[in-house]
């Protein structure tokens, strides 16, 4: 039976999300395919063995666990715990960045998700712009600002209109997103987001639907249909994830004809490619009330919760919550193997 290792929890502030996600893949894995371990990181950078994923939003300090880089290993105590597989549940930094993707690749294990690369380069909304524009993909016009910047919301304004869009560059869930249409917003707007990053962006606002695909594969790639996202109010952390969330998925999206169907599709493949991503996506995108497609972010590690719009869309698709998380794992083992001729030395 293939060993599993559920890696959750993290040091970002979408650790209480991982859990989520975490909790859902565990329930609905497959018992009769796979055994399942559990490891939670906790806000310090400490990894603990857990019997279940706790459901609150904190990791209690015990069970430390070791990593043991050459045995593809976990210690506990005087105990060995051999793994075949990591299904890395992290959102944010140090999580879907590549840091825990290149921890991953050292210990020569496999693992679900994009690759060191494609993790990095579809984090930093900064890069992964810059790449999309290089093929033609359509993304918002924006500016990156350091801390040093000067820029003022008016000059911003005057470049891209109001109201504007304040972001991290590296961060996902909503966390530090605004939307601002006066100076002292935008201030406000910058000293939150710089809480979470170095580099913030700041983007027009696109007007039109937020619509959303889910990808999955290494060379031959599955694109879903589109599923759109209605929400009464700005889609912030809050709104995405609160129990009184008035959001609704609508999947397959309503009033997309075939052509632009398979353009949305397409689309979602090109950004998937570009940045170098594997295994699993979701791209968010927008689509204007003239039918332009602009794409916003690509997540290598989507929400796995009740409510995400990942796993719906495949189960639109015809494949089930269960079936989903077996044939990601798979693809893990699948990419590890075919990296595992690969040369180590120089002779």
């Not at 304040?166 to 100076?183: C, E, Q």
């Not at 989507?302 to 998380?325: A, C, Q, R, V």
């Amino acid at each position: 039976m293939t060993t599993v290792l559920i890696l959750c929890g993290g040091q970002s502030p979408e650790h209480e999300i991982s859990l989520r996600s975490a909790r859902n893949i565990v329930e609905t894995l497959d018992k009769d395919l796979f055994k399942l371990i559990i490891v939670g990181i906790d806000h310090e950078g400490n990894w603990h063995l857990l019997d279940n994923v706790p459901e609150g939003t904190n990791i209690e300090a015990n069970n430390k666990v070791l990593i043991d880089p050459g045995t593809n290993s976990l210690i506990h105590g005087s105990n060995t715990i051999s793994i075949d597989v990591v299904f890395p549940v992290l959102h944010g930094p140090n999580g879907e960045d590549g840091a825990v993707q290149g921890l991953l690749t050292m210990l020569d294990v496999p693992y679900v998700g994009a690759d060191v690369l494609g993790s990095a380069a579809a984090m930093d909304k900064d890069i992964a712009k810059i790449l999309m524009t290089a093929v033609g993909i359509n993304v918002a016009r924006g500016i990156t600002l350091r801390p040093t910047s000067t820029k003022t919301f008016e000059e911003l304004k005057s470049e891209m209109g109001s109201p504007l869009f304040v972001k991290p560059a590296n961060m996902g869930s909503s966390v530090g997103v605004h939307k601002v249409s006066t100076a002292g917003e935008f201030q406000s707007a910058l000293n939150d987001a710089f809480r979470f990053d170095t580099k913030v962006l700041v983007e027009e606002a696109i007007i039109g639907r937020e619509i959303e695909c889910a990808v999955i594969g290494i060379k031959d790639i599955r694109v879903t249909a589109p599923g759109e996202i209605k929400s009464s109010e700005e889609y912030s952390f809050e709104e995405k994830y609160s129990d009184s969330s008035e959001t609704q998925l609508d999947i397959p999206a309503e009033g997309i004809n075939e052509k632009l169907r398979i353009e949305i599709q397409e689309t979602a493949a090109v950004a998937f490619k570009t940045l170098q991503c594997s295994i699993m996506a979701r791209v968010d995108m927008f689509l204007s009330d003239e039918k332009k497609i602009y794409v916003n972010e690509i997540n290598t590690i989507p929400g796995f919760t009740s409510i995400s719009m990942y796993p719906k869309l495949w189960e639109y698709e015809g494949l089930s919550y269960t079936e989903l998380i077996t044939k990601l794992l798979e693809l893990a083992i699948e990419r590890h193997e075919a990296r595992g001729g690969l040369r180590k030395t120089r002779l």
